[in-house]
């Protein structure tokens, strides 16, 4: 079966760094996106790698290895309104989204 | 301000009843797709249609039907309701069906009694 693995909650503090992992396997690879859902509102994209490497975009980056089916979302210069749950999805080989349960990330002062 | 429009934002609904969630987008996208979203689960894909006059079933078709008559609307009918299909419903929409950013609704919650 096709599965994506991401922590269930992190907590961190306002000011720091945070890694969000995800670990995937599934048929095919088309791509992987991150997107940030906070509370009651609708998730709204963050990332999308389909290569190898880091994307960095302000302060949160994105890093993908396909030969190890992992991915992390970095977020910096952590602030509250940080505070939200975090997506992973992959494309498959027929271009459907599979969807990790998120992570809840959890910032403190 | 472009995007998609989802109603109701919120409904109660006795079991057995029929119940259609209203979608439309602007953005002129060709696929979009409703999902609903579970405590402690992924969002699940229930129907999609890559272009207008086409739908396909998701992960978890049953007791969901859809159609889509022109490119902006995309409704979600639920024939007659269940417990189990209480839950967050989101539309999304995007410009390909072969990868691109999805743009979501801002949801529906409805509660099947």
């Known amino acids: 079966g096709q599965n994506i693995d991401q922590p269930t909650e992190m907590t961190a503090t306002e000011g720091a760094i945070v890694q969000i992992n995800c670990t995937y396997q599934?048929?095919?690879?088309?791509?992987l996106f991150w997107y940030q859902q906070h509370a009651g509102e609708a998730p709204t994209f963050l990332s999308y790698?389909?290569l190898d490497g880091l994307e960095e975009k302000g302060r949160f980056s994105s890093f993908l290895s396909r030969s190890k089916g992992y991915s992390y979302l970095l977020l910096k210069e952590l602030q509250m309104k940080d505070s939200a749950s975090y997506l992973c999805?992959?494309?498959?080989?027929?271009?459907?989204?599979?969807w990790g349960a998120g992570t809840k990330l959890i910032i403190k002062p | 301000i472009a995007g998609i429009t989802q109603a109701p934002t919120s409904q109660i609904l006795a079991a057995g009843r029929r119940m259609t969630l209203r979608c439309t987008q602007d953005?002129?996208?060709?696929?979009m797709y409703w999902y609903r979203q579970d405590l402690g689960l992924g969002l699940r894909l229930i129907h999609y249609?890559?272009?207008?006059?086409?739908?396909g079933k998701g992960e978890v078709p049953d007791g969901y039907s859809v159609s889509r008559a022109n490119t902006d609307d995309f409704p979600l009918t639920l024939a007659s309701a269940v417990p189990s299909q209480t839950s967050v419903y989101f539309c999304?929409?995007?410009?390909?069906?072969?990868?691109?950013?999805?743009?979501f609704g801002e949801g529906s919650r409805l509660t099947v009694l």
């Open positions: 999304a929409s995007s410009d390909s069906n072969q990868g691109g950013e999805l743009f």
């Open positions: 999805a992959v494309m498959d080989s027929n271009y459907q989204l599979i």
């Open positions: 249609s890559n272009t207008a006059g086409t739908t």
């Open positions: 599934t048929s095919g690879f088309n791509g």
């Open positions: 953005m002129r996208h060709n696929a």
């Open positions: 790698n389909v």
